[in-house]
C-alpha cells in the first residue's frame, strides 16, 4: 500500500482543523508523530499546514474569481485548492506544473474525472490569468483584513484600539513563523555554555539581543533530542513570556502562588529564579495539564514546586503569598503566529466572555497576596478588553492594591525605553521586538 503524500497528509490536516475546530499546534504534532515522515517532509507539512491556515483569507480571495460561488462543494475540494493556490503564491522552490500535477493527482484520488478536471480548470486559469489585484477593494478595513488574511472583524477592532498603521504591522507579523526560543536553566548551565553545548550536537543557535544572559534562538537543527534538552539545561519558551516572571520579582526563600500555571513555562522560571528554595503552589484546572507542569519540574530538577489541579476562583486556604501570578487564560491574539488558527476560530463573544472570567480569578487570587507583597497580571493577548480594561475594573473595586511602576526596572533596559507603558500595564504587540503579544502589570498590596 502506497504511503500518502506530504500534500495528502497536509490536506488530511487542514480538513480536520476546518471540521473539528481542531487546534493546529496539537494536530499538527499528532500528524508529524503518525505520519512517520522523514525530517526535509516534515518541515514541507508543517509549512503547507500553518501557511495555508494562516493565508487562508487572501486565498479565499484569489479564488473567488475561478469559482462558482454558491455551489455547493465538498469542503475538501476547496481546501485543496487552498492548499495549491498557497503553494503558487507563497513557496518559490515549488514549480506551479509540481503543484498542479499534485492537485489533479489527489482530486482524481479522492474524487472523480469530473472533479479533477475542475481542479486543473481553476489552477490553469490562475496560472493564465493572474491573481485579482487586493488594492482594488476600496473599503480599508477590508483591504487591510485579506491583505493581511484576517477576520475583519478582528482587523477593525484592532484599528480601532493600536491605529491603522500598528494594527497592520502586527496582523503581518502574524504570518512570519517564530524561532524557537529557549530559556538557559541558569541552576545549571549559562547562555554562552548552552549555545556551545548545543553546537557540540549539531544545533546552530545563538543568544538572544533581549535576554542575552537568559534565551538562546536556534537557528537550525532541532535542540528537543539531545543530551541538552534530557539534562534539562533549557526549556522552550518566548521571550515575552520570560519577562513576566522578570517583572514578578521572586527571590530566595518566598512563598509564591501561580494561580493558572499550565503547561508550566513561567512556573519553573519562578522556581529557577528562586534557585530552587522556597515554595511555589502551581494550580491549573485540567489534570492533564498539571501533569505537564510536574514533568517539566522533573526534567529541569526543580524540587521546590507543588502542583494541584484546582480552579483558582475557588481556592480556599489561610496561607498568603509574597508573590502572586496570575497568568489568565486569554484569547490568545499574541501568540496568532504560533497557533494560526486562532483567529478563525475565536469571535468577538469570546472576547467578553474570557474578560469575566479572567475578572473572576484576579478578584480570588487576589486576596492571598500578603500585606506589601507583589500581584502580577499577565496575558498572552492584545485586547484591551481583557488587558488595561481589566485592571481598570479591578483597581476599581480593589483599592488595597496600587499599580506599581518600580518594578518596571526589573526588565531589560530596551523594553524600558521602547515598550508600550500605560499607567494600567506594558502591552507588547508582536512586531515591537519579534516576540509573541504580551501583557503584564504589577500590582502592590498597601499595608492596611
Known sequence: MNRPSVREVALDALLKVEKN???????????????????????????????????????????APFIKSGKKRALWIDVLLRLSVYQMVFLDRIPDRAVVHEAVTIANKRGHKGISGLVNGVLRSIQRQGLPNVDAIADPIERAAVQTSHPQWLMARWMNQYGKDDAIAMANANNIPPEVCLRVNRMKTTAAELVAHLGNEGVEAERSKLLPDLAV?????????????????FTAQDEASMLVAKLLGPEEGMDVLDACAAPGGKTTHIAEQMNGTGHILALDLHPHKVKLIAEQAARLGLENIETRAEDARKLQTKQHYDRVLVDAPCTGFGVIRRKPDIRWSKTEKDVKHIANVQAAILAHASQFVKQ???????????????????IERFLDTHPQFETNERFYRRLPDHIQANG???????????????????????LTRKHE
Not at 493546529?24 to 509549512?47: I, M, N, Q
Not at 506589601?372 to 481589566?390: Q, W
Open 217 to 233: 534562538l536556534i537557528k537550525k537543527g532541532n535542540p528537543f533530542g539531545g543530551e541538552a534538552y534530557k539534562k534539562g539545561l
Open 372 to 390: 506589601g507583597g507583589t500581584l502580577v497580571y499577565s496575558t498572552c493577548t492584545i485586547e484591551k478588553e481583557e488587558n488595561e480594561h481589566a
Open 420 to 442: 508600550r507603558f500605560s499607567q494600567l500595564g506594558l502591552t507588547i504587540l508582536p512586531h515591537d521586538f519579534g516576540t509573541d503579544g504580551f501583557f503584564m502589570v504589577a
Open 21 to 63: 475546530q481542531a487546534y493546529s499546534h496539537l494536530l499538527l504534532h499528532s500528524t508529524l508523530k503518525a505520519a512517520g515522515l522523514d525530517k526535509r517532509d516534515s518541515g514541507l507539512l508543517t509549512e503547507l499546514v500553518y501557511g495555508t491556515i494562516a493565508r487562508k483569507q487572501t486565498l479565499d480571495y484569489y479564488l
